[in-house]
């Protein structure tokens, strides 16, 4: 049997749609998918000529550019690991990324990105920048004259390589190191593909950051890998403002996003609405909870249906997804069916749980990673009774559905009373003069926790903690009203749009001078 790597799969592509189109630059460059696999195998041969060999790992910084995803697809085409950084990082933070992930080489664009450099130096490791010549179609690295002859036509990739390396955002101080092999990958793109019925016929705009695996798995590979097309904002990043003309310029059938990017298009929606908009199959939300009344209004607004999908970076991306309508319901406060993986709902001893019941979420599958880089103690907990543990708690429905409740972690523990944050973010989003909402816990002396809120009112509506208040008392139980409502114009988030409930409780305690702040990631 062949191995199945996403290099092979890219590589299958470009020989069964090698003139459609692979990828844009808005309004700059397209190349086709033979194009584009031509650049890439060029590019592998200068990384294998400035010595790369199987199995370094070359950091990446870049914001959303084709330079970025040619020399992603090089490195892991060398069998190298790419590990893509924010380059939004400080100087400490990017040496904190790449000395854990051990990394060879940077590689960044030519615009310098000054703390990337001065962490690299730091840690003596070298620094390159890429640049594509739109004209000859050609990448150079900046300190390789010339690469061997085809150097890269030696090289066969294997399932077993380490292809990517990410580190987790979770709920813990330390990020955790996440290994992803070409298996992975290939395993993933296939689910995403498969679940979402993706062909050479489909387009997508990218608006969310490639260094993550929601845009770059679901967004991007995808895409490349249904012999599909892609395009990247000429910015090299997601703006409201072109968004949509992005997207009926290069007739795109579909995009994903996170509930925040949503919320922003639902708003201009209403402030400075489109004169058109392209005829969508689906629309794809995932990496947050989407409240039931943001998917109606999105499906109201733009006319297709919105699919709710369920991911993390252990699983490579995608676990769960509700399906296109002609393969089931799409349900709201569900994150869908398990796609091309086993899913259980196990109790604190290990024993699956029945329809309705609640227990930890928990898969295996080829997507799934084989366990986090130099954490014993993050497998031992994580790898148990022959199940990958992710943290959230959830039940299956009678349709096989998946319900989150919430992290284990940012259940509220109220006087003993469990209250699910999702529950009261969803009533507060349900308020007509409410646009963004979170709930998290704080404690309290008499209970242990109590509940907290932050709140963003609508573009140019106005409202108060009583009249919050009020609404919650009337569509909550009274021990799930939070006792405090912050009133807000912006929340904490992380950089592909995320809210942590963590980050968000630490940024409004500390505005209060009396407030005990809770000691996360302990």
């Not at 201009?268 to 489109?274: A, L």
């Not at 908009?277 to 943001?294: G, H, N």
């Not at 006319?303 to 252990?314: D, F, Q, R, S, W």
């Not at 003069?433 to 609508?458: L, M, S, T, W």
């Amino acid at each position: 049997m062949e191995s199945l790597t996403l290099t092979a799969l890219l590589s299958k592509s470009a020989k069964n749609f090698p003139n459609r189109r692979a990828i844009s630059l808005s309004g700059r460059l397209d190349l086709t998918h033979a194009q584009l696999q031509q650049i890439v195998d060029h590019a592998a041969s200068l990384l294998i000529s400035s010595g790369i060999s199987p199995g370094d790992v070359v950091a990446l910084t870049f914001p959303n550019t084709i330079e970025y995803v040619i020399m992603f697809l090089a490195v892991i085409r060398c069998r190298a690991t790419a590990a893509p950084l924010n380059q939004a990082y400080t100087a400490e933070e990017f040496e904190f990324y790449l000395s854990d992930s051990e990394s060879k080489l940077l590689i960044m664009p030519q615009e310098p990105i000054v703390p990337a450099q001065t962490a690299a130096s730091k840690l003596k490791i070298p620094h390159v920048t890429s640049t594509l010549d739109f004209q000859s179609k050609r990448v150079t690295l900046s300190t390789v004259s010339e690469s061997l002859p085809d150097a890269v036509d030696e090289v066969v990739n294997d399932s077993s390589d380490v292809a990517l390396f990410l580190h987790t955002s979770g709920t813990t101080s330390r990020p955790k190191g996440v290994p992803l092999t070409q298996l992975n990958l290939a395993s993933s793109v296939l689910n995403i593909k498969s679940v979402y019925k993706l062909t050479e016929s489909d387009s997508t705009v990218i608006v969310l950051p490639l260094f993550h695996v929601h845009g770059l798995l679901a967004g991007l590979l995808s895409s490349l890998v249904a012999g599909a097309a892609v395009t990247l904002p000429a910015t090299g990043r997601f703006s409201a403002s072109t968004f949509w003309k992005d997207m009926v310029s290069y007739n795109a059938t579909w995009y994903t996003a996170v509930p925040t990017v949503h919320q922003i298009l639902l708003d201009r929606h209403v402030s400075k609405p489109e004169p058109a908009y392209p005829k969508l199959r689906f629309i794809r939300s995932c990496s947050a909870s989407l409240a039931p009344v943001i998917m109606d209004r999105l499906e109201e607004a733009f006319g297709a249906p919105v699919l709710e999908a369920y991911a993390m970076t252990e699983a490579a991306h995608l676990m769960a997804s509700n399906p296109l309508p002609e393969d089931g319901p799409h349900k709201p406060c569900s994150v869908g069916r398990p796609i091309g993986q086993d899913m259980a709902i196990l109790n604190e001893n290990g024993v699956a749980q029945p329809v309705g019941v609640s227990g930890e979420v928990c898969i295996r599958g080829l997507n799934v990673t084989m366990g986090y880089k130099n954490n014993p103690e993050g497998n031992k907990a994580a790898y148990q009774y022959g199940w990958f543990h992710t943290g959230d708690i959830g039940f299956l429905d009678e349709d096989g559905y998946l319900h989150l409740v919430g992290r284990i972690k940012e259940l509220i523990n109220r006087g003993g009373e469990k209250i699910s944050p999702l529950e009261v973010d969803a009533v507060l989003l349900s308020h007509p003069d409410i646009a963004q909402a979170v709930a998290f816990g704080v404690p309290d002396e008499k209970y242990g926790e109590e509940i907290n809120c932050a709140i963003i009112p609508r573009e140019g509506l106005n409202i108060d903690e009583d009249e919050v208040l009020s609404f919650c008392k009337k569509n909550l139980a009274a021990f799930k009203v939070p006792k405090k409502v912050f009133i807000t114009d912006s929340l904490p988030k992380t950089a592909t749009g995320k809210i942590q409930r963590r980050i968000v409780a630490e940024h409004f305690l500390a505005q209060i001078s009396t407030a005990k702040v809770p000691k996360f990631g302990a």
